[in-house]
């Protein structure tokens, strides 16, 4: 993480805003501040959820962090929700994803207003991925690259599109909504072969032994060729399936992102195999994410400044 964005004094300028961060397994809540060109947390918390939880039980885990931070009065909030979601409304579209089944259709903004203690209109929705693809491309670099994808690995695959700045979720070179995770591969879906459930089953197959991918990214480190053929069998995948995309979009840079990315020594090489097969474009700049855990938090604040400066400060 940048100085910026683990300082603890004010930044001349800056604007503040609330986020959540919702993951597959957390929420994180976070008060940002930012500029033009730098970004700081200046307040966080974290608590587990269960996404299998009730709807009600969700929300109030969506919450939780937030109600802890001392500056919960910051004038505008926005989510980094995981799709499918209507973003625009605030209502989840979830299904078929493993995840948040409970919030099919629930008003999602409407329940954390409320437990939050704000109108509605003081709370906005971004895409998870967006968020993190906007906080790699304005803060996690010393440029800004003009065409950049963004893929976040770990539950799932989430992905976006950015040129110069701007979220692509539709149009020529693009997978509709800016999506890669329901792409085919093989004949099915790529998370199907890039995930994290599908990476522990592939590498039981092959050893008859179950592992957590951070078990499975140290043993691959070691040498173990069990290890390394499944988390290679799984790069190449997205590779090869991201290939086409990155030379229709003309991309620039690619930025790798999500829990798996910190044993990024053992994923890319297979990685720059499956971009080769797939026909990326020559000259990308292929880099893990320089921010981490702090992109979602950076990008959606980032987001909401540009979408609405009059919600922060």
């Given at each position: 993480?940048s100085?910026?964005?683990?300082?603890?004094?004010?930044?001349?300028?800056?604007?503040?805003?609330?986020?959540?961060e919702?993951?597959?397994?957390?929420?994180?809540?976070?008060?940002?501040?930012?500029?033009?060109?730098?970004a700081?947390?200046?307040?966080?918390?974290?608590?587990?959820?269960?996404?299998?939880?009730?709807?009600?039980?969700?929300?109030?885990a969506?919450?939780?962090?937030?109600?802890?931070?001392?500056?919960?009065?910051?004038?505008?909030?926005?989510?980094?929700?995981?799709?499918?979601?209507?973003?625009?409304?605030?209502?989840?579209?979830?299904?078929?994803?493993?995840k948040?089944?409970?919030?099919?259709?629930v008003?999602?903004?409407?329940?954390?207003?409320?437990?939050?203690?704000?109108?509605?209109?003081?709370?906005?929705?971004?895409n998870?991925?967006?968020?993190?693809?906007?906080?790699?491309?304005?803060?996690?670099?010393?440029?800004?690259?003009?065409?950049q994808?963004?893929?976040?690995?770990?539950?799932?695959?989430?992905?976006?599109?950015?040129?110069?700045?701007?979220?692509?979720?539709?149009?020529?070179?693009?997978?509709?909504?800016?999506?890669?995770?329901?792409?085919?591969?093989?004949?099915?879906?790529?998370?199907?072969?890039?995930?994290?459930?599908?990476?522990?089953?592939?590498?039981?197959?092959?050893?008859?032994?179950?592992?957590?991918?951070?078990?499975?990214a140290?043993?691959?480190?070691?040498?173990?060729?069990?290890?390394?053929?499944?988390?290679?069998?799984?790069?190449r995948?997205?590779?090869?399936?991201?290939?086409?995309?990155?030379?229709?979009?003309?991309?620039?840079?690619?930025?790798v992102?999500?829990?798996?990315?910190?044993?990024?020594?053992?994923?890319?090489?297979?990685?720059?195999?499956?971009?080769?097969?797939?026909g990326?474009?020559?000259?990308l700049?292929?880099?893990?994410?320089?921010?981490?855990?702090?992109?979602?938090?950076?990008?959606?604040?980032?987001?909401?400044?540009?979408?609405?400066?009059?919600?922060?400060?």
């Amino acid at each position: 993480m940048s100085d910026d964005a683990q300082g603890t004094t004010g930044m001349p300028g800056a604007t503040l805003c609330g986020v959540v961060e919702v993951g597959g397994s957390h929420a994180t809540a976070a008060l940002v501040e930012t500029t033009l060109a730098s970004a700081r947390v200046a307040e966080s918390d974290t608590a587990t959820l269960d996404p299998a939880l009730p709807a009600d039980d969700l929300l109030d885990a969506f919450v939780a962090p937030a109600r802890r931070l001392d500056g919960i009065g910051a004038g505008g909030w926005v989510v980094a929700m995981p799709g499918p979601f209507d973003y625009e409304r605030g209502i989840g579209i979830f299904g078929a994803v493993a995840k948040f089944d409970s919030l099919r259709g629930v008003d999602v903004r409407a329940g954390m207003a409320q437990r939050l203690g704000i109108v509605p209109e003081r709370l906005s929705f971004v895409n998870d991925a967006a968020a993190y693809a906007l906080g790699e491309w304005a803060f996690g670099a010393d440029t800004r690259a003009g065409r950049q994808v963004c893929v976040t690995l770990g539950t799932g695959v989430g992905s976006a599109f950015l040129d110069r700045g701007r979220i692509v979720t539709h149009g020529d070179g693009v997978p509709p909504d800016g999506w890669v995770y329901p792409l085919q591969f093989a004949g099915r879906p790529l998370e199907d072969t890039i995930s994290t459930r599908a990476i522990v089953a592939d590498h039981a197959r092959r050893t008859g032994r179950s592992g957590s991918v951070k078990q499975i990214a140290a043993e691959a480190a070691d040498g173990e060729a069990d290890a390394v053929a499944a988390l290679d069998h799984a790069m190449r995948a997205l590779g090869i399936s991201l290939g086409p995309w990155l030379a229709s979009f003309r991309a620039d840079r690619l930025t790798v992102g999500g829990s798996m990315v910190r044993s990024w020594p053992v994923l890319v090489g297979a990685l720059l195999d499956g971009l080769v097969q797939g026909g990326a474009p020559d000259g990308l700049d292929v880099v893990p994410s320089a921010l981490l855990d702090a992109a979602p938090l950076l990008g959606a604040a980032h987001w909401l400044r540009a979408r609405d400066p009059g919600s922060s400060g």
